[in-house]
Nanobody, 121 residues
């Protein structure tokens, strides 16, 4: 299972960005996808998650500004961010919890490479 994230960049405060993360590979199913972020000098923190059937969870800092969505057919998770603040500056990492069924059932987590989001005037 491989994840490819995209959509980061440098924006001004108040702007919007949409991050995407696509899973690739075969022989597995996705259970949950989501996003963490890690700012300079900080620990990696949860931003938002979504299950394949659409159940969402998000950090308090994301509520009202960030929206997570999943396209199961494309095995892609999105993070729509609006009203960005300087404190949102971080490397954003996507992840996917998956199940492989052959030759045995294995549950695992894959991480994307991270995409930089910088909010600065």
């Amino acid at each position: 299972v491989q994840l490819q994230a995209s959509g980061g960049g440098l924006v001004q405060p108040g702007a919007s960005l949409r991050l995407s993360c696509a899973a690739s590979g075969s022989g597995f199913s996705i259970n949950t996808m989501g996003w963490f972020r890690q700012g300079s000098g900080n620990q990696r923190e949860l931003v938002a998650t979504i299950t394949r059937d659409g159940r969402m969870n998000s950090a308090d800092s994301a509520k009202g500004r960030f929206t997570v969505a999943i396209d199961n057919a494309k095995m892609t998770v999105y993070l729509q961010m609006i009203k960005l603040k300087p404190e949102d500056t971080a490397v954003y990492y996507c992840y996917a919890d998956y199940t492989i069924y052959q030759p045995t059932v294995i549950n695992g987590r894959a991480w994307g490479q991270g995409t930089q989001v910088t909010v600065s005037s």
